[in-house]
């Protein structure tokens, strides 16, 4: 069964701490993507990955970095913690390099606060 | 700056009605059109694509694809309390990452 693991489902940060969130996918895939989630604004893009040490910007970078390593694993750091980035975060992974046509695979989502 | 549009909702249809869902996009470079389910609490999950104009069937759902309006649908028969979730709208352009919609509401009541 595929999965996409987050390694927390809740965060509790401080402003101005560094925070990094990881994301795991055990299928093999290429592509990897950052996504925030807030209501009334629905799924925004932070970056996106589609391949090992490849990254790309998507809709709304500012404030996050990313490092991919590791084909499996795509993290997403926050530099310094603000109460604007507050949100629901969640990583989804896809099969074929650079191909964005086809189904994506979600992680259940790190809901991070940061006060 | 590409944009997929939903009607936030609540979207409210009693069991066993027909719910239509919609949502427009603004490039008409899209190639790709996909409906994912969320559960409250939960991440999504697709439960429908589409490529080419006209209908696709799977179950219950139906997708609808019109390029010249710039539109697509998602349409459940015999509608269930187990199918009230929020449904995203997601379109592709090209090689760039899906755009979602900010996602509909659709509560069936019982």
């Known amino acids: 069964d595929v999965k996409v693991t987050q390694s927390s489902r809740y965060l509790v940060k401080r402003t101005g701490e560094k925070v990094f969130l990881e994301c795991v996918q055990d299928?093999?895939?290429?592509?990897m993507f950052w996504y925030r989630q807030d209501p009334g604004l629905g799924l925004r893009l932070i970056y996106f990955s589609y391949d090992v040490k490849m990254k790309e910007k998507g809709d709304i970078p500012e404030g996050y970095s990313v490092s991919r390593e590791k084909k499996e694993r795509f993290s997403l750091i926050l530099e310094s913690a603000s109460t604007n980035q507050t949100s629901m975060y969640l990583c989804a992974s896809s099969l074929i390099a650079g191909a964005t046509n086809e189904k994506l695979f979600f992680g259940s989502g790190t809901q991070l606060s940061v006060l | 700056q590409k944009e997929v549009e939903q009607n936030s909702g609540p979207l409210s249809v009693p069991e066993g009605a027909i719910a239509s869902l919609n949502c427009t996009y603004s490039?008409?470079?899209?190639?790709?059109f996909f409906w994912y389910r969320q559960y409250s609490g939960k991440s999504p999950e697709l439960i429908m694509s589409?490529?080419?104009?006209g209908d696709k069937e799977d179950g219950r759902f139906t997708a609808q694809l019109n390029k010249a309006s710039q539109y697509v649908s998602l349409l459940i028969r015999d509608s269930q309390p187990s199918d009230s979730a929020t449904y995203l709208c997601?379109?592709?352009?090209?090689?760039?990452?899906?755009?979602f919609g900010k996602g509909t509401r659709l509560s069936v009541i019982a």
């Open positions: 589409i490529y080419s104009n």
């Open positions: 997601a379109v592709n352009v090209g090689n760039t990452p899906l755009v």
């Open positions: 299928m093999d895939h290429e592509n």
């Open positions: 490039d008409r470079g899209s190639q790709s």
